[in-house]
């Protein structure tokens, strides 16, 4: 994995550190009081819906599972009750069944019995998981840099959404198993693969690490932001720039409300009764939903390891805690 994968903490926690110019508070709430539980090891790797600890364990969007992945495997998603799993050599396991193919898997989703697939060279393909036969397969221009955050296949009824490694998105017939659209995110940024892709009320959200599309009702919208993260809740969008703001739109991309935040390099958004912000320099922000007022808490963590947000909980370190 990482001669492929290059691994962007420098880029996604540290950019701008040069300038030593840091988020401070002149006045905190104090510490954030949080039931926290432990995890079994640190968390190794991770993307948007799960990680894998050092110990083989994994964290899904269902939470801490004692599943367990065999050395040399890391989770990717959860499918249909289905634990996807690949060891970037062209193996993966759906719990415990392995699937072999000539290239690495990096992307994959389950549908019934088809497996919709991103393989490290950029091509797509849907497979047949019965008969063990490629069902379709098309080929993109390769991307030799990707940020980590590698976004996985979507099924939307009769359609199957590919995120491409090179900041496309391929809508493909499931009937039909043809391309019958790409969108174009991203075509131009050194690291564009699709880093968040969801429907949200009909409409297509996808964003790269520079920009975010949204496709719905025949119209398109294209914004550019530098993300650190994003996150949909109900019919809101959430993002979170490298320049310190957190911004809040619909599904259109229309900005609703904005905060700014001085020199803040924030790590991950969680969304309880309202929206978190864990920032870098040890601070958990709490914005208000209409946007006006927000808390700040201090929150220790070891900023040198990784950090992940599911919905309401955000794992850190070797434990977890779900925000208010």
């Known amino acids: ?19 030593k110019k840091y988020f401070e508070v002149e006045d905190t709430l104090g510490d954030y009081e949080s039931n926290s539980a432990q995890l079994s090891d640190d968390i190794k790797s991770f993307n948007k819906v799960g990680a894998t600890l050092d110990n083989g364990e994994i964290i899904t969007k269902k939470g801490v599972s004692n599943f367990k992945l065999p050395e040399g495997f890391e989770f990717i998603n959860l499918s249909e009750d289905t634990v996807i799993s690949t060891n970037y050599l062209g193996k993966i396991l759906l719990n415990k069944t392995e699937h072999e193919f000539s290239t690495g898997v990096v992307a994959a989703s389950l549908n019934n019995n088809i497996l919709s697939l991103v393989f490290m060279d950029n ?7 019965n008969s063990k036969k490629i069902l379709m397969k098309e080929y993109y221009s390769k991307s030799l840099a990707n940020d980590t955050r590698i976004a ?4 939307m009824g009769s359609l199957i959404l590919f ?32 880093i968040f892709l969801d429907v949200v009320n009909d409409t297509l959200i996808a964003a790269s690490s520079n920009k975010i599309v949204s496709v719905g009702a025949g119209v ?7 993300i650190r993260d994003i996150i949909a809740h109900e019919q809101d969008i959430y993002i979170a720039t490298i320049d310190g703001q957190i911004i809040k739109t619909d599904i259109s991309l229309n900005i609703q409300d904005r905060r700014k935040y001085k020199y803040a390099k924030f790590y991950a958004l969680a969304y309880g009764t309202s929206l978190y912000a864990l920032e ?27 950090v992940i947000a599911i919905d309401d909980i955000i794992y850190h370190n070797d434990e977890y805690f779900i925000v208010k």
Do not use: H
């Open 163 to 194: 995120p491409t490694l090179d900041g496309k998105v391929i809508v493909v017939s499931a009937k039909t198993k043809k391309v019958i659209r790409t969108i174009v995110v991203d075509a131009d940024s050194k690291f564009n693969n699709i």
């Open 123 to 129: 091509s797509i393909a849907l497979y047949d998981i």
């Open 220 to 226: 398109v919208n294209l914004k550019q932001y530098n």
């Open 280 to 306: 870098s320099q040890g601070y958990l922000i709490n914005i208000s939903n209409d946007f006006k007022t927000d808390k700040i808490y201090d929150f220790s963590f070891d900023n040198e390891k990784k």
């Open 152 to 155: 996985n296949p979507y099924y």
């Open 1 to 19: 994995m990482k001669y492929f994968l290059i691994l962007l903490t420098s880029l996604f926690i540290f950019t701008g550190c040069s300038s």
